[in-house]
């Protein structure tokens, strides 16, 4: 076999292609590649990121459901009180009012007795005092026996 | 053998050869060459415009495949990152690839289309012609030269002549066998090669011979057992190209 032209020829033809396959073959397609896998890096890493944030978010959604829950606890409570004060406070009104109530009409009922005893009072000396004129078959002089009318009327 | 056969496997034998001596050129080998090359650079250049950064499909996916089996090859034997590399033996898996595919054409095919246009011998196989497969030899070896000479310089590169594998003071041997060891590498990378096609493309030849009516079956299982063949040959010259480049890279002494 003769060295010939066809050697070189295919020599320049594979340094050639080795220049043009870098260019618009193994150039582009790594540049793609390497891009393609930093995306991926990305959204890994996002991804990551998000996890993270979505534990984050849950820790803190726990806090403030706990401190709702303490603070729905104490409100309740607060309102029990409360409602038992009123309730309190009503059953005392109510007590000093009934006992005003009673006092009052205590008072109205003794004045009528007083009132009703001394009607009854004068009727029964004037009942006696009658029954007196007639026992004497004598009118007695009002004015004569007005002392003794009055000692009798407070006698009864 | 036949008149007829002899005949045969003589025109089928002959490159398209234009010119005299050492300026003489084999017109089918290197036209194939170019076609299957502008191919690569066309598909290259067409898919450029396209590229998807998201999900890869069809030819961009493998392409992709391609590339990055070639780049673990180059990564795995090279230490370092090379600009250089990577692209020389994705051109020489993809070229190679195509060319020894070429034998995979019915073996007339070809030399009878050319017969239209008045031309007489044409082999469809660039690889099956040792100027083909020794030309990309000779490419590589010049290429770990310079890489021989980077990692080590002018002068370190002239040493390991005389200072491998024996030591300084046999000197005169070391020459001789650093010698023969550095030409016998372009060498057999290129007969290797021209070797596996030339005996592809003779046994599909031969097959040819046979009557039509039985030839096909001999021919299916040829072809499928060539088309191991083509794909481990263009993956062989990868790797040896990757690795005589990483020894010439290395440092003196690690190369042996």
Same mark, same amino acid.
């Given at each position: 076999m003769a060295i010939s032209l066809t050697l070189f020829v295919q020599m320049v033809t594979f340094a050639v292609l080795i220049v043009l396959v870098n260019r618009y073959l193994w150039g582009p397609l790594t540049d793609v590649m390497a891009r393609r896998r930093k995306r991926i890096a990305d959204g890994l890493a996002a991804a990551e990121e998000g996890r993270k944030a979505l534990d984050q978010a849950r820790e803190r959604e726990e806090e403030i459901l706990a401190l709702a829950r303490e603070r729905a606890a104490e409100l309740l409570d607060q309102a029990e009180r409360r409602a038992r004060e009123i309730i309190e406070e009503a059953r005392e009104r109510a007590a000093e009012e009934g006992a005003q109530i009673s006092a009052r009409l205590k008072a109205e009922a003794d004045s009528e007795i007083t009132r009703l005893r001394e009607a009854l009072r004068a009727d029964v000396a004037r009942l006696a005092l009658l029954g007196a004129e007639r026992v004497v078959e004598r009118e007695i002089d009002a004015r004569l026996h007005e002392r003794l009318l009055q000692d009798v009327a407070g006698r009864l | 053998m036949? !008149?007829?056969?002899?005949?045969? *496997?003589?025109?089928?034998?002959? !490159?398209?050869?234009?010119?005299?001596?050492?300026?003489?050129?084999?017109?089918?080998?290197? #036209?194939?060459?170019?076609?299957?090359?502008?191919?690569?650079?066309?598909? #290259?250049?067409?898919? =450029?415009?396209?590229?998807?950064? =998201?999900?890869?499909? =069809?030819?961009?996916?493998?392409?992709?495949?391609?590339?990055?089996?070639?780049?673990?090859?180059?990564? +795995?034997?090279?230490?370092?990152?090379?600009p250089l590399l990577g692209p020389l033996a994705f051109t020489a898996f993809l070229w190679i690839l195509l060319m020894n595919a070429m034998d995979l054409l019915p073996v007339d095919l070809l030399p009878d289309v050319a017969r239209l246009f008045g031309i007489h011998h044409f082999r469809s196989t660039p690889t099956a012609d040792p100027y083909t497969t020794l030309g990309l030899a000779l490419s590589v070896f010049v290429v770990t030269i310079y890489y021989h000479i980077r990692s080590k310089g002018v002068f370190g590169y002239l040493k390991t002549f005389f200072v491998h594998p024996f030591g300084p003071?046999?000197?005169?041997? !070391?020459?001789?066998?650093?010698?023969?060891?550095?030409?016998?590498?372009?060498?057999?990378?290129?007969?290797? &090669?021209?070797?596996? *096609?030339?005996? +592809?493309?003779?046994?599909?030849?031969?097959?040819?011979? &046979?009557?039509?009516?039985?030839?096909?079956?001999?021919?299916?299982?040829?072809? /499928?057992?060539?088309?191991?063949?083509?794909?481990?040959? /263009?993956?062989?010259? *990868?790797? &040896?190209?990757?690795?005589?480049?990483?020894?010439?890279?290395?440092?003196? =002494?690690?190369?042996?």
């Open positions: - | 036949s !008149n007829h056969a002899v005949s045969f *496997m003589e025109s089928h034998l002959k !490159n398209l050869t234009l010119g005299h001596g050492f300026w003489s050129v084999h017109a089918d080998s290197i #036209g194939i060459g170019w076609a299957l090359g502008a191919a690569i650079v066309l598909t #290259g250049w067409f898919l =450029g415009r396209r590229l998807e950064e =998201g999900v890869p499909h =069809g030819i961009q996916n493998v392409l992709e495949a391609l590339l990055e089996f070639v780049d673990d090859q180059v990564k +795995g034997i090279f230490p370092a990152t090379d003071y046999l000197f005169p041997i !070391n020459f001789v066998m650093t010698v023969v060891e550095e030409i016998a590498k372009p060498l057999s990378l290129g007969l290797r &090669l021209f070797g596996n *096609m030339f005996a +592809g493309e003779l046994v599909f030849l031969l097959i040819a011979l &046979l009557p039509w009516w039985f030839a096909w079956a001999p021919g299916v299982l040829w072809a /499928a057992f060539h088309l191991l063949v083509i794909t481990l040959q /263009a993956f062989i010259f *990868m790797i &040896l190209t990757i690795m005589y480049v990483a020894m010439a890279a290395a440092e003196e =002494g690690d190369a042996h």
